[in-house]
């Protein structure tokens, strides 16, 4: 039997949670799930270039692994694409280097090590900050993933 793998680093969390075709109301579409891990490997190989060894490093992770990884991750992201589905990036065992924090007064975005408070904003001294590393944080009973149907 498997043991449970090792968190899986990540530089910063998404800015964003899901994406879907324009035009198509939510309940018409059925919806893929990228983990927050797979939506890194995608960032650090197909965005940022780096070889399956350097993203590998930096995910604290083992190259064979971080290939199975991106390989899952670019499938899901093809079939979102050809089949016009939403794509919604949660879950996944994974480790934040950064927190990264969005004021809701003047959408300012503020990157700061993980564990380090932030009071206010910098920019217009606002207290009514999002830290954006909750979204992406397992939840014991997520709603949005059980009324979802058609999950690949």
Same mark, same amino acid.
């Given at each position: #039997? &498997?043991?449970?793998? $090792?968190?899986?680093?990540? *530089? @910063?969390?998404?800015?964003?949670?899901?994406?879907?075709?324009?035009?198509?109301? &939510?309940?018409?579409?059925? =919806?893929?799930? @990228?983990?927050?891990?797979?939506?890194?490997? %995608? $960032?650090?190989?197909?965005?940022?270039? @780096? +070889?399956?060894?350097?993203?590998?490093?930096? #995910?604290? %992770?083992? $190259?064979?692994?971080?290939?199975?990884l991106i390989?899952?991750?670019r499938h899901?992201?093809? =079939?979102?694409?050809?089949?016009? #589905?939403?794509?919604? %990036?949660?879950?996944?065992?994974?480790?934040?280097?950064?927190?990264? &924090?969005?004021?809701? /007064?003047?959408?300012?975005? *503020?990157?700061?090590p993980t564990?380090? +408070? @932030?009071?206010?904003?910098?920019?217009?001294?606002?207290? /009514?900050?999002?830290?954006?590393?909750?979204?992406?944080?397992?939840?014991?009973? /997520?709603?949005? =993933?059980? $009324?979802?149907?058609?999950?690949?």
């Open positions: #039997m &498997r043991g449970p793998y $090792r968190r899986r680093r990540v *530089h @910063l969390p998404p800015n964003f949670q899901n994406f879907k075709p324009s035009g198509v109301p &939510r309940k018409f579409l059925k =919806s893929v799930a @990228l983990t927050v891990d797979e939506y890194e490997a %995608i $960032r650090l190989a197909d965005y940022q270039g @780096l +070889e399956h060894v350097q993203a590998a490093e930096q #995910m604290d %992770i083992s $190259r064979p692994t971080f290939t199975r390989e899952k991750a899901k992201i093809a =079939s979102v694409l050809v089949e016009g #589905m939403e794509l919604i %990036i949660e879950g996944g065992n994974v480790e934040f280097i950064n927190s990264l &924090r969005r004021c809701r /007064n003047c959408g300012d975005e *503020h990157i700061e564990g380090t +408070e @932030l009071d206010d904003c910098a920019n217009c001294g606002s207290e /009514n900050i999002d830290d954006l590393n909750r979204n992406f944080v397992k939840k014991k009973n /997520n709603e949005k =993933s059980n $009324r979802r149907a058609g999950r690949h």
